[in-house]
């Protein structure tokens, strides 16, 4: 049974850096093909796709984040995290981490995610 | 920043047929890229609806049906029931392979 449970600050001040935490079971980020990534969601809005890792630590980001994202993955803990830094209040959203897995094609899609957690930003 | 465009809304009565448009470009789905569904109900995380253009999980009605043609791709519902009165997204990848999200859809059982 696969689970994916976020975790972090739940609120941030501007200009602060998020760091959040995806802790999982049922499933190994040192198995071929799996990926853990990260998407969010602003209150009342559309999901946005955020970040992306691999098994083997191939990393992808959202071209408008890039700049600011860094993901990070600990095999033997079963966590993946994000960092994203320079947080604004239009950062304020819903933070899902999800798992995907490459098998028959090579953009897969989020079969699992965790119930996510919100995140204000705020002074 | 959605980069796949869809309805804002679409609604119909309890047994009809819907259908929701996800429109993209030649850098995403139609550069051959899978688009897959998810349904977001109120106040929940996103579920995996349809996978790799119209591939359904364990466990999904085969009401829900998805098919992709060019830049676009298509969610249909039918038999239309009060519980999937929810968001549904789209998504797909682009030429680096990063992943994009659709503008998402709101269904309306009337």
């Known amino acids: 049974q696969i689970t994916l449970k976020e975790s972090g600050p739940t609120l941030v001040k501007p200009t602060q850096t998020l760091t959040l935490t995806c802790t999982f079971s049922?499933?190994?980020?040192?198995?071929?093909?799996?990926?853990v990534g990260w998407i969010r969601q602003p209150p009342g809005k559309a999901l946005e796709w955020l970040a992306l890792?691999?098994?083997?630590?191939?990393?992808r980001y959202s071209p408008s984040l890039k700049s600011r994202l860094t993901i990070t993955k600990d095999t033997s803990k079963n966590q993946v995290v994000l960092t994203m830094t320079n947080m604004d209040p239009v950062d304020t959203a819903t933070y899902y981490c999800?798992?995907?897995?490459?098998?028959?094609?090579?953009?897969?899609?989020?079969?699992?995610w965790g119930q996510g957690t919100l995140v204000t930003v705020s002074s | 920043q959605s980069v796949l465009t869809q309805p804002p809304s679409v609604s119909g009565a309890p047994g009809q047929r819907v259908t929701i448009s996800c429109t993209g470009s030649?850098?995403?789905?139609?550069?051959?890229?899978?688009v897959h569904w998810y349904q977001q109900l109120p106040g929940t995380a996103p579920k995996l609806l349809i996978y790799g253009n119209s591939n359904r999980p364990s466990g999904v009605p085969d009401r829900f049906s998805g098919s992709k043609s060019g830049t676009s791709a298509s969610l249909a519902i039918t038999g239309l029931q009060a519980e999937d009165e929810a968001d549904y997204y789209c998504?797909?990848?682009?030429?680096?392979?990063?992943?994009?999200f659709g503008t998402g859809t709101k269904v309306t059982v009337l």
């Open positions: 999800a798992h995907t897995v490459e098998m028959a094609t090579i953009t897969p899609p989020f079969d699992y």
């Open positions: 890792i691999y098994w083997d630590d191939d990393k």
């Open positions: 998504q797909s990848y682009d030429s680096s392979l990063q992943g994009v």
């Open positions: 030649s850098s995403n789905i139609g550069a051959g890229y899978d």
């Open positions: 049922g499933f190994s980020l040192s198995t071929s093909g799996v990926g």
